[in-house]
Nanobody, 121 residues
């Protein structure tokens, strides 16, 4: 079992930066990918960015050809996952969830409870 607790959400003005944190505990030895997801009001939860233990990053904005504004990184000593967000826009508003996925013994997704980010104009 893996437990995830997010923190750092806030209400910020557009153009500002914000850093989210996710504290992980439990057995994380089988985690194959860590990610941040966003659920905007009235919408489904969607991937923002992810990182594998080997450092490989999948950035949705970058994949879509847009300027990358978010940085994901881990502190493996502290078992922390971070999301550094810059140049925030109104469409970044939502609840941000930390996710950890493992494949063995079976595919399992672990989620935190989320932290609210509100971007105001």
């Amino acid at each position: 079992q893996v437990q995830l607790v997010e923190s750092g959400g806030a209400s910020v003005q557009s153009g500002r930066s914000l850093k989210l944190s996710c504290a992980a505990s439990g057995d994380i030895s089988r985690i194959v990918v860590w990610g941040w997801y966003r659920q905007a009001p009235g919408k489904q939860r969607e991937l923002v960015i992810s990182i594998k233990p080997d450092g490989e990053i999948y950035d949705v904005e970058q994949q879509e050809g847009r300027a990358a504004r978010f940085v994901i990184y881990r502190d493996s000593v502290k078992n922390m996952l971070y999301l550094q967000m810059s140049d925030l826009k109104a469409e970044d508003t939502g609840v941000y969830f930390c996710n950890a996925a493992e494949l063995r013994p079976y595919m399992t997704d672990y989620w935190g409870r989320g932290t609210q980010v509100t971007v105001t104009s």
